[in-house]
Structure formats: structure tokens, C-alpha cells
């Protein structure tokens, strides 16, 4: 599989891979950050949560991704990434990260992947 390191996402033919990242602002406080995920939003449909990871690197997957994408998170957890692997053209959509503290949450701005049959 040809590997996408991509900020923005990008355009890739299906079986191809890319890795998406994200990085808490400066403002955040990374110590007091729980969980960290990756959602997406399909043309014309909700925004639903792709995968998660939490503190002691505990993860969870969406059917629509498990076993071809894979949620972590740095040393330091100030910053998450998404490696997606074997993408489909139904992968299509804007992902988003999240990063929740015990206070609030924070949202990126949102990152296109498209997938070509």
C-alpha cells in the first residue's frame, strides 16, 4: 500500500492508506486530557465517532473502520493520529478530531479524505 503522510487528507485510490494527525492547542492542558477520537461526517449524513483512545491507551472502533484504521496518541498525548489503511471509496468524508479534558472539548477544523474507486 502506498503510505500518505498528508496534513489536510487528501485524494487517494482505493488501497491506499493515509495518516491523519492533530494537535491540542497550547492552551490545552494535556495532563488533563481523558480521550482523544477521530469522527467523520459523510456527505448528507451525521457526524459519528470513527475511533477513540483514551488514557492507558485503551481504543475503540467503529465497525465502519475496525480492523483497516487505527487511533494513538504520542508520548506526551498532545497529539492524536488516525492511521487509515486499506481505504474505500465509502471512506469518503470530512474527519474531525476531538479532544475532550475533564472541562470541556475541543474540535478540529476538519480534513478531507477522498477515495477513488
Known amino acids: 500500500q502506498v503510505q500518505l503522510i498528508e496534513p489536510g487528507g487528501g485524494l487517494v485510490q482505493a488501497g491506499e492508506s493515509l495518516r491523519l494527525s492533530c494537535a491540542a492547542s497550547r492552551r490545552v492542558d494535556v495532563d488533563r486530557i481523558y480521550s482523544m477520537c477521530w469522527y467523520r461526517q459523510v456527505p448528507g449524513q451525521q457526524r459519528e465517532l470513527a475511533a477513540e483512545?483514551?488514557?492507558?491507551?485503551?481504543?475503540d472502533y467503529a465497525d465502519f473502520v475496525k480492523g483497516r484504521f487505527t487511533i494513538s496518541a504520542d508520548s506526551a498525548w498532545n497529539t492524536v493520529y488516525l492511521q487509515m489503511d486499506n481505504l474505500r471509496p465509502e471512506d469518503t468524508a470530512l474527519y474531525y478530531c476531538k479532544i475532550s479534558t475533564n472541562m470541556d472539548a475541543c474540535w478540529g477544523q476538519g480534513t478531507q479524505v477522498a477515495v477513488s474507486s
Open positions: 483512545i483514551s488514557r492507558g491507551d485503551r481504543t
